[in-house]
Nanobody, 128 residues
């Protein structure tokens, strides 16, 4: 059984950078979609970025983070990263990684119900 363990996050000022890591334990040899979501108080959880773990690692981004955030993976470590640059106060949220085991991401990558595994979440706070 696959489990996701998330690390990273913290507090930075506007313009700063942070890295989140999502390590998967168990059998991860199949094509999987791994995504990052975030949720701010009073708002719905939203997809930030996603990546196919096989086939070249095609990635997807929400418009709000494109060109600032980068999703990547280290297959040898079964770990997916989210590098967040040029952070803004509106990026403040609880961040979660999620995995859809056995499926590629596709155009519906940001639909929460497609993911069957979730991490514990970590807080990212950006102050002005």
């Amino acid at each position: 059984q696959v489990e996701l363990v998330q690390s990273g996050g913290g507090s930075v000022h506007t313009g700063g950078s942070l890295r989140l890591s999502c390590a998967a334990s168990g059998n991860t040899d199949s094509q999987n979609c791994v995504a990052w979501f975030r949720q701010s108080p009073g708002k719905e959880r939203e997809g930030v970025a996603a990546l196919n773990t096989l086939g070249g690692g095609y990635s997807y981004y929400s418009w709000s983070v494109k060109d600032r955030f980068t999703i990547s993976q280290d297959s040898a470590k079964s770990t997916v990263y989210l590098d967040m640059n040029m952070l803004k106060p509106e990026d403040t949220a609880m961040y979660y990684c999620a995995a859809n085991i056995g499926s590629a991401c596709g155009g519906r990558w940001s639909v929460m119900s497609r993911y069957n595994l979730w991490s514990q979440g970590t807080q990212v706070t950006v102050s002005s």
